[in-house]
């Protein structure tokens, strides 16, 4: 920090630990003006600690949970245009082959699994059910509740669409146990069930060439599904609106670090054999922005998520996107 500035500002930031992050938690990457407490915590659980007791001053945060609330009138979060999670979803849908489930379209009129109706995740493979299978979110009766421990809840008041059917699993079992019996159909799960995870043949994907599928659905629809946001406490970003591009900057700068070190082939930095042949397939499929931050070039797949969330009737109003974001870090200085 220049010695011509004033202390840094404290703020702490809780969020998953990822390649792309971690410069920031070892402080190789320092936020301008800002002394940052980096605190790693699970996704899920940062998302209920900050929806539910607004515990961090920014932090990673589910980007359907965002714009659900946002289309509610909750103003206590500004978001910036960094992702922290993207993924493709299809390799996320688990069955039980005992029901007779042999593709997408044999989920019409069956019990799925799903942590919570709101996650981000359900949203993407709700909507490609729909669009590229015909299954609609109306077509099959839905069974919320933990996928290893029973009893997770919603992190946002649930408001359930007219038409959508919706139970709760009992109280003493987990949607991996349901579908290890065969009471759920399906499992919409973002980390692998343990019961998947020691090869019990009760369970199985429901897309077992999910590698392709997944091609397919981006060379289709050229997105690459945004699960997570960062958001900014509103009270503290009002106070000191620099902070925005600030954390922008250095989120950049870490992401950058991190994929540039991918395709260091002198010793790699991820445990895969053939990682530098992954890492240039996925640029000649997607371009060499590979794990793209920023608004306007963001815009189309963020446009999507907020369209699945309009026809899953999700949104209480609607909203131009550029309202749920700080107007600093829509357009980045460029010398």
Same mark, same amino acid.
């Given at each position: 920090? /220049?010695?011509?500035?004033?202390?840094?500002?404290?703020?702490?930031?809780? #969020?998953?630990?990822?390649?792309?992050?971690?410069?920031?938690?070892?402080?190789?990457?320092?936020?301008?003006?800002?002394?940052?407490?980096?605190?790693?915590?699970?996704?899920?659980?940062?998302? !209920?600690?900050?929806?539910?007791?607004?515990?961090?001053?920014?932090?990673?945060?589910?980007?359907?949970?965002? &714009?659900?609330?946002?289309?509610?009138?909750?103003?206590?979060?500004?978001?910036?245009?960094?992702?922290? /999670? *993207?993924?493709?979803? +299809?390799?996320?849908?688990?069955?039980?082959?005992?029901?007779?489930?042999? %593709?997408?379209?044999?989920?019409? #009129? *069956?019990?799925?699994?799903?942590?919570?109706?709101?996650? $981000?995740?359900?949203?993407? @493979?709700?909507?490609?059910?729909?669009?590229?299978?015909?299954?609609?979110?109306?077509?099959? %009766?839905?069974?919320?509740?933990?996928?290893?421990?029973?009893?997770?809840?919603?992190?946002?008041?649930?408001?359930?669409?007219?038409?959508?059917?919706?139970?709760?699993?009992?109280?003493? $079992?987990?949607?991996?146990?349901?579908?290890?019996?065969?009471?759920?159909?399906?499992?919409?799960?973002?980390?692998?069930? +343990?019961?998947?995870? %020691?090869?019990?043949?009760?369970?199985?994907?429901?897309?077992?060439?999910?590698?392709?599928?997944?091609?397919?659905?981006?060379?289709?629809?050229?997105?690459?599904?945004?699960?997570?946001?960062?958001?900014?406490?509103?009270?503290?970003?009002?106070?000191?609106? !620099?902070?925005?591009?600030?954390?922008?900057?250095?989120?950049?700068?870490?992401?950058?670090?991190?994929?540039?070190?991918?395709?260091?082939?002198?010793?790699?930095?991820?445990?895969?054999? !053939?990682?530098?042949?992954?890492?240039? @397939?996925?640029?000649?499929? %997607?371009?060499?922005? &590979?794990?793209?931050?920023?608004?306007?070039?963001?815009?189309?797949?963020?446009?999507? &998520?907020?369209?699945? &969330?309009?026809? @899953?009737?999700?949104?209480? *109003?609607?909203?131009?996107?550029?309202?749920?974001?700080?107007? /600093? $870090?829509?357009?980045?200085?460029?010398?």
């Amino acid at each position: 920090m /220049s010695l011509l500035t004033s202390a840094p500002l404290h703020l702490t930031y809780a #969020g998953g630990l990822y390649d792309r992050t971690a410069p920031l938690a070892t402080g190789e990457v320092r936020p301008e003006g800002i002394d940052l407490n980096y605190v790693p915590v699970v996704p899920p659980e940062a998302f !209920w600690r900050q929806l539910k007791h607004n515990e961090f001053d920014v932090s990673e945060m589910s980007c359907a949970n965002y &714009l659900t609330v946002f289309s509610r009138g909750d103003r206590r979060f500004v978001a910036i245009p960094v992702y922290p /999670s *993207r993924t493709f979803r +299809h390799s996320a849908v688990y069955i039980n082959p005992a029901n007779g489930i042999k %593709r997408a379209e044999d989920l019409k #009129g *069956r019990r799925i699994g799903c942590a919570e109706y709101y996650m $981000t995740m359900a949203i993407w @493979q709700r909507a490609f059910l729909q669009h590229d299978y015909g299954v609609a979110p109306a077509d099959v %009766r839905w069974v919320l509740g933990g996928v290893e421990q029973p009893g997770r809840r919603e992190r946002i008041a649930v408001k359930l669409p007219a038409g959508v059917q919706v139970e709760s699993a009992p109280a003493d $079992t987990s949607l991996s146990d349901l579908l290890v019996a065969g009471q759920i159909d399906a499992l919409l799960s973002p980390h692998m069930p +343990h019961v998947f995870r %020691r090869r019990d043949p009760r369970v199985a994907r429901l897309f077992p060439d999910f590698w392709n599928v997944e091609r397919a659905y981006y060379q289709k629809h050229k997105v690459f599904p945004i699960m997570h946001v960062v958001a900014i406490k509103r009270e503290i970003y009002e106070r000191h609106p !620099w902070i925005a591009v600030s954390l922008y900057k250095a989120f950049c700068q870490a992401k950058d670090l991190a994929v540039e070190r991918m395709y260091d082939s002198d010793a790699l930095t991820v445990s895969l054999a !053939w990682l530098v042949g992954y890492w240039e @397939q996925e640029r000649a499929l %997607r371009g060499d922005d &590979l794990w793209s931050y920023g608004f306007h070039n963001n815009r189309h797949d963020l446009d999507t &998520l907020k369209r699945h &969330l309009k026809e @899953q009737d999700l949104l209480e *109003r609607d909203f131009a996107l550029e309202e749920a974001f700080a107007p /600093s $870090t829509l357009e980045t200085f460029r010398q």
